[in-house]
C-alpha cells in the first residue's frame, strides 16, 4: 500500500499531526499487541501466563502503579502490582485459570480501577493464559460526586422555595405560584386562576392532567416529567387533604434538572465511549481479516456517536483516489466504490494529517463537499486520518443529514479509534507478510513448496462439487549445470528468475507456478476439460523455457523435461506428484525438451494412481 503524504509547503504551513511519530515497524508480536494496548486512552491490559508472569502489558494506566511496559515480561503479578492489590488479584487470576470471568473494582492511591480478569482459551478449550483489563474509574467516582454534591445543593435551594412551587385546586386550577414559578411564566404575578400551566405543549399539559387526576383518585403522591423550551423538569406532585380527609389541593415542586442531565448525559456518553474503544481494541486482537476489523469499528462508531452514516476510506496503491473499504448507512453499492483525490474532506484530513471537523457542510469554504456525501445531503462530519506503522492508510469518518455541534470528546473518541485502526491494521500488515514469505521463494518470488501442495489439496477438494481435471506440470532445465559450472551461482539464479518470469507470462491467470527446490518447477492447472488441455500447456512450458536467455546465459542451450499428471476427486495430492515426477524423468531418459503424460486418477472400485504414459517429440 502506498501512501501520500503532504506536500512539503503545505506541512510547513500546518501544525504538527497530533501523537507520536510513526517509527518503524515493530520486531515482534509482542511489541505490536503492546502498540495495540497503548491506543486505549484510559486503562491497561495485561496478559499472564499459567505462571501468572506478564505475557505483555500495556496502557497508560500501568504508570499509577509504577511500571514501565517496557520492563514487564516475565514479571510476576507480586512484582506488578502493590501487595494489597496483589491479594485480591491473585485468587481471581486462579479462577480463571479455572475457566471463571470475574471483575470487581480496586482502590489504590490517588485511583480507582475497575478490574476484570478474564481466561484466554487456546482453539481446543484449554486455559492458556488470563488477561487482565483495568479501567480508571476515577473520574466516574469524581462525576457522582459531584452530583451528590449538585444534589445538596438542590435541596438547599428547595429550603428556600427556589424551585418552582405552585398549588392546584380540585379543578385543576393553578391558583399558587411561588416567585420561581412565576419568572418561569414571565409573569409579575397570578392575576387570577389560570386552568393549567402556561408554555407546555399540549401532549404535556395532558400528562400533568392526568398525574393530577391520580392523586385526586388515590391520595398519594406522584412525579412527572415536563419539558418548557429546552429546559427539563422533574416535579412532585403531593395531595393537601382537607379537615374531612378528602383531597383539597395539589402541591407541586418542579425542580429544574437540566444541568443535571447534562451531566449525566455526557458521563454516559463518555464512559459509553470508553468501553466501546476497550471493545474494539480486544476485537483487534482476535480480527484475523481487514474486512472484519474495519466493519466492526464502523458500526461501534456510528453506534457510540449517533450518526447515520460512517465509513472508512482506504487510499489505492497510487494514492489517486480512495475507496470505501468499509461502512454503515451508506446506499446499496456503495462499498467499494472511489471517491477521487482532491480538494474534499477526506483529502484534507490526509494531507493535514490532523483530524477535520465540519458543523455544516453549507458553511464550510476549506472544501468542497465529496460527490458521496453530496448524494446523501451529508450536512455534518468527523474525519481523522488512519496511519499504520508503514505510513497512511486512509481515513476513518462519521457523517450526519442534519447539522450537528460535535463534541471534543466526539472528536477524541473518533482520533483513538483511528490510532487503534492503525496499529491492528499494522498487525495484520505484518502477519500477512509474514506469510507470504513463509510461502513463496526468496529468489524468483514463486510459490514455494509449502503453498504449492495447500493449493492442490484446494483443487482436489473443489473437483468433489464440479466437474474437470487438475493437471501438474512437473519439469526440471537439461542443460542448467553448465551455466553455474562456467558463469558461478549468481548467473545461474540470473537464469531461474528469467525462467519463471516466463513461465507466468505464459500460463493463465489462475495457474499456479511454483519453485520445487533447485531447478524444478511445477505448474498447478485447474478446470482443464480433458488430458490435451494439459498437454497442450506443458508444450507452452517448454516453448517458454528452450528460447535463448539473457547474456551470458545465452550460449548455453537450455531445455525443459516436462512430465504432466492429471488427476480427479478420488486422486490424493501425493499421488498426483509422484505421477508428474515419474512422468518427468520419463521425458528426461527421452531427451531434453520432451513431455511425459501420466495420470493420478485412481480407478472405480480402488486406490492408489493408475499410471498411463506416453513421450512426445521434442
Same mark, same amino acid.
Given at each position: 500500500m502506498?501512501?501520500?503524504e503532504?506536500r512539503?509547503a ?21 511489541a ?18 499459567r505462571d501468572l508472569?506478564?505475557?505483555?502489558a500495556?496502557g497508560p494506566?500501568l504508570?499509577?502503579?509504577g511500571a514501565?511496559p517496557g ?10 502490582w ?7 488479584l491473585?485468587p481471581a487470576c486462579a479462577?480463571?485459570?479455572?475457566g471463571?470471568?470475574t ?9 480507582v480501577l ?19 483489563s483495568?479501567?480508571?474509574i ?5 462525576q457522582?460526586?459531584r452530583?451528590?454534591e ?10 428556600? #422555595?427556589?424551585d418552582? @412551587?405552585?398549588?392546584?385546586? +380540585? $379543578?385543576?386550577?393553578?391558583?399558587? %405560584?411561588?416567585?420561581?414559578?412565576l =419568572? *418561569?411564566?414571565?409573569l ?8 393549567g400551566?402556561?408554555?407546555?405543549s399540549?401532549?404535556t399539559?395532558?400528562s400533568?392532567?392526568a398525574a ?9 403522591s ?8 429546552r ?11 382537607s379537615?374531612?380527609g #378528602?383531597v383539597?389541593? @395539589?402541591?407541586?415542586?418542579? +425542580? $429544574?434538572?437540566?444541568?443535571l442531565? %447534562?451531566?449525566?448525559?455526557?458521563? =454516559? *456518553? ?5 468501553r466501546?474503544l ?9 480480527a484475523?481479516?481487514?474486512d472484519?476489523?474495519?466493519g466492526?469499528a464502523v ?7 449517533g ?17 470505501v473499504?468499509a461502512g454503515v ?19 484534507h484530513t490526509m ?13 464550510e ?15 455534518s462530519g468527523?474525519?481523522?486520518p ?6 497512511a492508510?486512509?481515513?476513518l469518518a462519521?457523517?450526519t443529514?442534519e447539522?450537528r455541534v460535535?463534541s ?13 485502526l492503525?496499529t ?8 500477512a507478510a509474514?506469510r ?9 518470488g ?17 473437483l468433489?462439487?464440479e466437474d ?8 526440471d532445465?537439461?542443460?542448467?549445470k553448465?551455466v553455474?559450472?562456467?558463469l558461478g551461482h549468481?548467473a ?7 525462467v ?6 505464459s ?5 499456479t ?5 533447485g531447478d524444478?518447477?511445477v505448474?498447478?492447472?485447474e478446470g482443464l ?10 508444450r ?10 539473457r547474456?551470458?546465459?545465452?550460449l ?6 516436462v512430465?504432466?499428471a492429471t488427476?480427479?476427486?478420488?486422486s ?23 513431455v ?12 492408489g494412481?493408475a499410471?498411463?504414459?506416453?513421450e512426445?517429440?521434442r
Amino acid at each position: 500500500m502506498r501512501s501520500r503524504e503532504p506536500r512539503a509547503a503545505d506541512a510547513e504551513a500546518r501544525e504538527a499531526p497530533r501523537g507520536p511519530p510513526a517509527g518503524p515497524p515493530p520486531s515482534n508480536e509482542a511489541a505490536l499487541l503492546r502498540m495495540i494496548l497503548d491506543a486505549v486512552p484510559e486503562g491497561a491490559m495485561t496478559v499472564l501466563d499459567r505462571d501468572l508472569r506478564v505475557v505483555v502489558a500495556g496502557g497508560p494506566i500501568l504508570e499509577r502503579i509504577g511500571a514501565t511496559p517496557g520492563a514487564l515480561a516475565g514479571a510476576a503479578l507480586d512484582d506488578l502490582w502493590p501487595r494489597e492489590s496483589a491479594q485480591r488479584l491473585r485468587p481471581a487470576c486462579a479462577a480463571a485459570l479455572d475457566g471463571a470471568d470475574t471483575a470487581f473494582d480496586l482502590d489504590l492511591p490517588g485511583a480507582v480501577l475497575r478490574v476484570r480478569v478474564a481466561p484466554l482459551r487456546e482453539p481446543e478449550g484449554r486455559v492458556a493464559a488470563v488477561l487482565l483489563s483495568t479501567h480508571d474509574i476515577t473520574v466516574f467516582d469524581e462525576q457522582r460526586e459531584r452530583l451528590a454534591e449538585a444534589e445538596e445543593r438542590y435541596r438547599a435551594l428547595t429550603e428556600v #422555595s427556589s424551585d418552582e @412551587i405552585g398549588r392546584f385546586d +380540585r $379543578d385543576l386550577t393553578l391558583v399558587y %405560584a411561588n416567585e420561581s414559578l412565576l =419568572a *418561569a411564566l414571565g409573569l409579575p404575578e397570578l392575576p387570577a386562576p389560570l386552568p393549567g400551566l402556561p408554555g407546555l405543549s399540549p401532549t404535556t399539559v395532558e400528562s400533568w392532567r392526568a398525574a393530577l387526576r391520580q392523586v385526586l383518585a388515590s391520595g398519594e403522591s406522584t412525579s412527572v416529567h415536563f419539558t418548557r423550551g429546552r429546559r427539563w423538569f422533574d416535579a412532585r406532585l403531593s395531595p393537601e387533604f382537607s379537615a374531612d380527609g #378528602s383531597v383539597a389541593h @395539589i402541591v407541586f415542586e418542579a +425542580r $429544574d434538572w437540566s444541568d443535571l442531565k %447534562a451531566v449525566q448525559d455526557n458521563l =454516559a *456518553a463518555r464512559v459509553a465511549q470508553q468501553r466501546a474503544l476497550a471493545g474494539l481494541a480486544s476485537a483487534s486482537l482476535e480480527a484475523d481479516d481487514v474486512d472484519t476489523l474495519l466493519g466492526s469499528a464502523v458500526a461501534v462508531i456510528a453506534e457510540q456517536l449517533g450518526v447515520g452514516l460512517a465509513k472508512v476510506l482506504e487510499l489505492t496503491d497510487d494514492a489517486d483516489a480512495f475507496v470505501v473499504r468499509a461502512g454503515v448507512g451508506w446506499r446499496p453499492g456503495t462499498l467499494g466504490t472511489e471517491v477521487p483525490w482532491g480538494a474534499n474532506q477526506a483529502t484534507h484530513t490526509m494531507t493535514s494529517g490532523m483530524p477535520v471537523l465540519v458543523t455544516d457542510s453549507r458553511d464550510e469554504d476549506r472544501f468542497a463537499l465529496a460527490d458521496l456525501l453530496a448524494s446523501h445531503a451529508v450536512r455534518s462530519g468527523m474525519s481523522a486520518p488512519i496511519r499504520t506503522p508503514s505510513g497512511a492508510y486512509g481515513v476513518l469518518a462519521a457523517h450526519t443529514v442534519e447539522p450537528r455541534v460535535f463534541s471534543d470528546d466526539d472528536m477524541l473518541f473518533l482520533e483513538a479509534a483511528a490510532g487503534l485502526l492503525g496499529t491492528a491494521l499494522g498487525r495484520l500488515e505484518a502477519q500477512a507478510a509474514l506469510r507470504d514469505q513463509a510461502l513463496h521463494d526468496p529468489l524468483t518470488g514463486l510459490a514455494n513448496r509449502a503453498l504449492l501442495l495447500e493449493r492442490i489439496d484446494v483443487a482436489l477438494a473443489a473437483l468433489a462439487r464440479e466437474d474437470g481435471l487438475v493437471a501438474l506440470v512437473f519439469f526440471d532445465l537439461d542443460g542448467f549445470k553448465p551455466v553455474n559450472d562456467a558463469l558461478g551461482h549468481e548467473a545461474g539464479d540470473e537464469v531461474l528468475c528469467e525462467v519463471a518470469e516466463r513461465l507466468v507470462a505464459s500460463m493463465r491467470p489462475r495457474d499456479t507456478v511454483a519453485r520445487f527446490g533447485g531447478d524444478e518447477f511445477v505448474v498447478l492447472c485447474e478446470g482443464l476439460e480433458d488430458t490435451a488441455a494439459a498437454t497442450a500447456l506443458a508444450r507452452r512450458v517448454v516453448d517458454a523455457v528452450g528460447r535463448p536467455y539473457r547474456p551470458p546465459a545465452d550460449l548455453f542451450p537450455i531445455s525443459a523435461s516436462v512430465g504432466v499428471a492429471t488427476g480427479g476427486s478420488r486422486s490424493t495430492t501425493d499421488a498426483l506428484l509422484r505421477a508428474a515426477d515419474g512422468a518427468m524423468y520419463r521425458a528426461k531418459a527421452v531427451g531434453g525438451g520432451c513431455v511425459a503424460v501420466g495420470t493420478a486418477q485412481a480407478p472405480a472400485g480402488g486406490e492408489g494412481a493408475a499410471d498411463r504414459e506416453h513421450e512426445g517429440a521434442r
